[in-house]
């Protein structure tokens, strides 16, 4: 199975500073032949289910806010968030979900105000 | 707009049954791959299996692996998770999620609100 690791565990950002969140997988997860990375990107807040963020590595969902950007190819990965808001605390999460399952979370990096 | 809606859960003790249900509203079902993630209190999301569009193909985490059975019905446009021999560490709020349109290795693009099995003497 593949082993996707975030860094940091935990984060705190002043409001309207840069948030930066990686994540490691231990086996690539681009696909060559349409040279796609099978990397997603969730954000979770208290009390409600996770909302996918990023897909691709880098394609924001629809409805996400511009500040959010997803970047990296191959096994290494990077969530960032140009300015941050009071509404961005939450726990945000990669996932892979390349070839065959089980499709694979990180341990998830919690986002707090400064 | 897609709804998801899971219902089922509760307490049960170690080595019983229970079974999740879903019901999807809001989009065409049987186009979609559907998934149930599930997060143990306080901790991470695990992912937990999935099931293609028509039910012919389902995998599962380890962890799970004969134990568990995730079924659909697409007349009724619901998802389903049959769980036996329950564990303590089973103890999760369980989410039904569906995946973007496409194919097996697709993100997850809506969820549930989840529902909570205990698992507990």
């Known amino acids: 199975d593949i082993v996707m690791t975030q860094s940091p565990d935990s984060l705190a950002v002043s409001l309207g500073e840069r948030a930066t969140i990686n994540c490691k997988s231990s086996q690539s997860v681009l696909n060559t032949s349409n040279n796609k990375n099978y990397l997603a990107w969730y954000q979770q807040k208290a009390g409600q289910p996770p909302k996918l963020l990023i897909y691709?590595?880098?394609t924001r969902e629809s409805g996400v806010p511009d500040r959010f950007s997803g970047s990296g190819s191959g096994t290494d990965f990077t969530l960032t968030i140009s300015s941050l808001q009071a509404e961005d605390v939450a726990v945000y999460y990669c996932q892979q979900h390349y070839s065959t399952p089980p499709y694979t979370f990180g341990q998830g990096t919690k986002l707090e105000i400064k | 707009e897609v709804q998801l809606v899971e219902s089922g859960g509760g307490l049960v003790q170690p080595g019983g049954s229970l079974r999740l249900s879903c019901a999807a509203s809001g989009f065409t079902f049987n186009n979609y791959w559907m998934s149930w993630v599930r997060q143990a209190p306080g901790k991470g999301l695990e992912w937990v299996a999935n099931?293609?569009?028509?039910?012919?193909?389902?995998y599962y985490v380890d962890s799970v692996k004969g134990r568990f059975t995730i079924s659909r019905d697409n007349a009724k446009n619901s998802l389903y998770l049959q769980m036996n021999s329950l564990r303590a560490e089973d103890t999760a709020v369980y989410y039904c999620?569906?995946?973007?349109?496409?194919?097996?290795?697709?993100?997850?693009?809506?969820w549930g609100q989840g529902t909570l099995v205990t698992v507990s003497s």
């Open positions: 099931i293609k569009e028509d039910g012919s193909e389902k």
């Open positions: 691709w590595a880098s």
């Open positions: 999620v569906r995946s973007k349109e496409g194919g097996r290795a697709r993100p997850l693009d809506y």
